[in-house]
């Protein structure tokens, strides 16, 4: 249901801003691949100095990587409010980005060099990744707008965010994983204790 001040914004023509994060954790020896996509489209995203549309094709590719795996999903959460101003938009982003980079062993080291295909991974796997997805986009987006800790709603979610970067709607993108690299841990109790918002699916 709409409310007042949304008809009365819309009428006024004033832009409406979704800002949104899904938490999603998924759980398996077999998650560690992704590990290895989620640095890369780090490093990428520095590279890229801000290019959203860079920014947005990293953001793709992780989605429907993270659909592929939807085998291994153990849990999920997001939250998320709306604006009509675009600085109130902004400081929210700023305001999950904090706390998402805050998360347990969610900060990447740039330094840490990648390992290459043909090289055999030794380091041990994280059995359980955590990966928070941000954004901003103009507009409505009731796939967002919704509680996406279920199956079903959270493949429409992801899909939804793939179609706001086609349709150039995006506005900010962030995205964080723990454990950030190849060789740390994050255990069971950790999980616990850094993710207590998720919701088994």
């Known amino acids: 249901m709409t409310s ?3 008809r009365f914004n ?30 890369r489209a780090a490093r990428e995203a520095v590279e890229a100095d801000g290019d ?3 920014l947005g094709e990293g953001l793709v590719d992780i989605c429907q ?14 939250e998320g409010d709306v604006f009509w101003n675009e600085g109130e938009a902004g400081d929210f982003v700023n305001e999950l980005f904090t706390d998402s980079a805050g998360r347990y062993l969610s900060e990447i ?25 941000t954004v901003a986009s103009e507009g409505e987006v009731p796939e967002l707008e919704t ?9 429409a979610g992801l899909k ?24 740390d841990e994050l255990s069971d ?8 918002e998720l919701i088994p699916l």
């Open 4 to 6: 007042w001040s949304d």
């Open 10 to 39: 819309k009428l006024s023509g004033k832009t409406r801003f979704v800002v949104c994060r899904i938490f999603l954790h998924l759980g398996g020896q077999e998650v560690a691949p992704l590990l290895g996509l989620l640095n």
């Open 52 to 54: 959203l549309n860079i």
């Open 65 to 78: 990587n993270l659909l592929q795996y939807d085998t291994y999903w153990r849990s999920a959460a997001n």
């Open 109 to 133: 080291d740039l330094d840490e060099p990648l390992p290459s295909n043909n090289e055999p991974l030794v380091l041990p796997a994280t059995r359980n990744l955590v990966v928070m997805i």
């Open 147 to 155: 509680d996406l800790a279920e199956m079903n709603a959270l493949q």
């Open 160 to 183: 939804a965010i793939i179609n706001l970067h086609y349709q150039q709607r995006l506005r900010a993108i962030q995205i964080h994983f723990s454990p950030s690299q190849f060789g």
């Open 189 to 196: 109790d950790q999980l616990l204790t850094n993710f207590p």
